[in-house]
């Protein structure tokens, strides 16, 4: 059974930004009295975002200030943005509760989140950067054919978007069901009404600005958080570790390798999707162009990797003394999970927590801070739901009127108050689009669609934005056939694998006497396929094109690398 | 751009170094990282137990406690490396060869 739930969240937290799962929000929630702290301080944090919205709202005018703030965002501040994208409800209380329940394998992942870091500073950041415009299909389509690849780069753009989109809702209904009370209806409304009026009213300058601020809230709560955790231990983690070895029903096991990354296959396969993935998701991407040049895309790089990597660090600390100190506080256990003398059995430690492991870090801010911090910590939690979401949509409507509208239906001839009008009509769509599904998906599983949607930004967008940048002899049809070929291979792959296949579609087989959900092939993360074929066809069709088509776009080469290496043209840039 | 100031630059030694080195050293942080963290999960996925020994005899802490810390280090020095050299060699190369096309 553990280990089944475990699998839930995994799956899950396949996305840094994706909202939990795990057994407390993959099922039924049961609803709790209504938090009113937490209530009051989420109503400052919407009053505040609000007003940075109409602050936002009067500076944006352009399709530039729409899309990317104006390009003025510094390196410093968009690397809190950036961070405030990765630092979401999931690894938040994701990992926490995966490190609550089984230990170490929650720091295997926050490893996994972090080091695609380094891999987009090096290939891809200063790159786009210097070659793109508003989105990344600019850079995937530099040289090729407009319509196609663009259109293209779009739809999977779409895709990773409207999956990630649809498991945020559900997760954001769930959660905000256990921390604040509230009707599931009525969390999907707000969050999708609120990230309606930052996008559409504030663009990228309110997306940015909300995100830093609640970056900033997260960091300060988690960091109070750690300190006053650690202080129980007197800042010793041996102590730490010690007590909490003796109180989990897992004793040493938690502080080594568990169940979680088992069979070489899916292990690299998972790390695939975990790295090249967040190279690309297009919220994320989008961001390089808010900064005004190359050298703030690279500084923001180091920030948010600085800040994302200490932010997991206090998720490991948090997730451990949490082992500790939740034990001493049996209100916060099932009754059935408490001993005749009131304590907290050892073997319901983790299955008697009430509201489940997702609620660790927010049982936690209760224990170490009271109820004025437990709002605090809840409102914030909430709030990183809102701007996560925003940002998505965000990068859902840059893809439908700048990539589809302007550059493909119009062929460039539209002009600048239409692209903006469209793309405000797109985010008004999207976002009931967002509300609608969120509120018909509230009962299906939706763990799987966080992977899918960072297997397709690695095994789709990210191979063909990489290859385009640095390899001379791609063509148009090259790109075309890998792009959808990735796209395809990453759908189909998770459709057959056990978290679609069985979870969702109901295959079972009986395996040791029990019946468990079974998947038609035995690989959970497509990245290992569909990776390698969108490269493979990226190439053998490129190299079999002799089009006289193929044969300008090789040429276009040169002036694409020079552009790329020197930032000599690239938008916003300040070189003459 | 205009072909001509393409051709301009690529002719110039200072951008074929700048290419050339850059290239050079993101490839290399690239494949370190990538080393680093399949090392990490190679290790995971075949011998376990290695990281579940005892930083010390008798202590509870293991030693995969401060390896995956320190891998999470390593991805932000690793950042900061590249940030170093690119705003200074890189960024000073680029600037030259910006002025040379003046």
């Known amino acids: 059974m553990i280990r089944l739930s475990r699998l839930g969240i995994l799956l899950a937290l396949l996305t840094p930004v994706a909202l939990l799962a795990g057994p407390a929000v993959s099922g039924a929630v049961d609803r709790q009295a209504i938090n009113w702290p937490a209530v009051y301080m989420f109503l400052v944090f919407v009053l505040a975002t609000l007003s940075i919205t109409y602050w936002a709202a009067r500076r944006t005018y352009s399709a530039k200030d729409f899309y990317t703030a104006g390009g003025g965002i510094t390196g410093f501040q968009n690397g809190l943005a950036i961070s405030g994208d990765f630092m979401s409800a999931a690894s938040f209380l994701g990992i926490t509760g995966l490190i609550f329940a089984s230990g170490y394998d929650g720091l295997i992942y926050s490893i996994g989140f972090l080091v695609g870091w380094p891999v987009i500073m090096f290939l891809i950041a200063e790159q786009i950067r210097n070659l793109g415009k508003f989105t990344f299909a600019d850079v995937s389509c530099y040289r090729f054919s407009q319509t196609q690849i663009r259109t293209m780069a779009a739809v999977s753009s779409l895709v990773v978007v409207a999956f990630y989109l649809i498991a945020q809702m559900v997760g954001a209904g769930k959660l905000i069901q256990l921390l604040f009370g509230l009707e599931y209806w009525m969390a999907v409304v707000t969050v999708g009404l609120l990230m309606m009026i930052y996008v559409i009213f504030g663009g990228m300058t309110a997306t940015t600005w909300v995100q830093i601020t609640k970056a900033v809230l997260l960091l300060s709560g988690a960091s109070f958080m750690a300190y006053a955790a650690l202080s129980a231990f007197d800042f010793s983690p041996e102590a730490m570790f010690r007590q909490a070895v003796e109180i989990h029903p897992e004793g040493l096991a938690i502080m080594a390798p568990g169940s979680l990354v088992t069979d070489p296959i899916n292990a690299i396969s998972l790390g695939l999707a975990l790295m090249f993935g967040t190279a690309g998701l297009p919220h994320i991407l989008m961001r390089f162009f808010t900064v005004p040049d190359a050298k703030e895309a690279r500084k923001s790089v180091f920030y948010a990797t600085g800040f994302i990597g200490y932010f997991y660090i206090l998720m490991f600390i948090i997730g451990f003394a949490a082992i500790v100190l939740l034990a001493q506080h049996p209100e916060f256990f099932r009754p059935e999970a408490l001993a005749a003398d009131g304590a907290v059995l050892k073997d319901q430690l983790i299955k008697g927590l009430n509201g489940g492991t997702n609620m660790v870090a927010i049982r936690l801010a209760e224990a170490v801070g009271g109820d004025l911090f437990l709002g605090f910590i809840s409102a914030v939690a909430f709030a990183t739901i809102l701007a996560v979401v925003a940002g998505l949509t965000l990068a859902g409507a840059s893809a439908i009127s700048h990539d589809l509208y302007a550059n493909v239906i119009a062929r460039g001839r539209s002009n600048e108050g239409t692209e903006i009008r469209i793309s405000k009509i797109a985010t008004f769509c999207l976002g009931l689009l967002a509300i609608a599904l969120g509120i018909s998906f509230e009962s299906q599983n939706v763990a799987f669609m966080v992977g899918l949607a960072f297997a397709v930004a690695a095994s789709a967008n990210f191979t063909v934005l990489v290859t385009s940048i640095f390899w001379r002899k791609m063509t148009t049809r090259g790109a075309l056939a890998g792009g959808v070929v990735g796209l395809i291979s990453a759908v189909v792959l998770t459709v057959l694998s056990k978290a679609v296949w069985g979870d969702v579609l109901g295959h079972t087989a009986m395996v040791g006497g029990n019946e468990v959900s079974v998947g038609l092939i035995g690989l959970n993360n497509p990245a290992i396929i569909a990776m390698p074929l969108s490269f493979f066809f990226i190439w053998i069709v490129s190299l079999l094109d002799n089009s006289p088509r193929a044969q300008q776009e090789r040429l276009a080469f040169e002036a694409q690398h020079v552009r790329c290496e020197t930032g000599i043209g690239a938008e916003g840039a300040a070189s003459h | ?102």
């Open chain 2, 1 to 102: 751009m205009q072909q001509d100031s393409v051709d301009a630059i690529k002719a110039q030694p200072q951008y074929q170094k700048l290419v050339r080195s850059r290239r050079r050293f993101a490839w290399t942080l690239t494949a370190l990282i990538l080393i680093i963290y399949f090392g990490f999960i190679l290790t995971i996925a075949f011998v376990p137990t290695v990281l579940g020994t005892p930083v010390a005899p008798g202590a509870v802490t293991t030693i995969g406690i401060p390896i995956g810390v320190l891998i999470i280090v390593s991805a932000f020095v690793l950042t900061g490396v590249f940030v170093f050299r690119a705003n200074g060699r890189f960024d000073a190369l680029t600037r030259a060869i910006q002025e040379d096309l003046e």
